[in-house]
């Protein structure tokens, strides 16, 4: 048993937040869902290489890790199904807000003027700041 681990539980917490999220479209699905997107077919928009199954796995996966709640509602004969965050997976905000500041402030990868990354901090702070940033 590594020092990490003990009776199947992580001890460190950064561990334990990098294999919640390294999924391959975790991030990108709770972007969407703190955008506002709550339908199946929303989180596919944009998403070409994201395969039915996959996102129904990722959300499970989401559900599982009460990060979401799933919610049905059956009206004139046809089933809606929502995905919602919950107060855990609001939480998760902030994490993705100073995920956004890094990359704008550190990779090399983002060239983009300062007047383009200050739209994009405050438009993220917005989107993320659901009382957590």
Known sequence: MSSQENKGYIICPITGVV?????????SILKDLFQGKKHFNEF???????SNVVLSDTL??????????KKTEISNS???????LTEKGL?????????????LDEL????LSE???????QE??????????
Request: some cysteine; aromatic content about 14%; overall charge positive.
């Open 78 to 84: 046809q089933k809606y199904t929502e995905y919602i």
């Open 44 to 50: 596919k928009k944009d998403k070409s290489g994201l």
């Open 108 to 111: 090399d990868c983002v060239i």
């Open 115 to 121: 007047s383009e990354k200050e739209k994009i901090i």
């Open 60 to 69: 499970k996966y989401l559900k599982a890790h009460k990060i979401i709640t």
């Open 19 to 27: 294999n919640l999220l390294s999924r391959k479209w975790i991030l």
């Open 91 to 103: 939480k998760l905000g902030k994490i993705l807000y100073e995920m956004t500041l890094y990359g």
């Open 124 to 133: 993220y702070k917005q989107l993320f700041n659901r009382k957590y940033v």
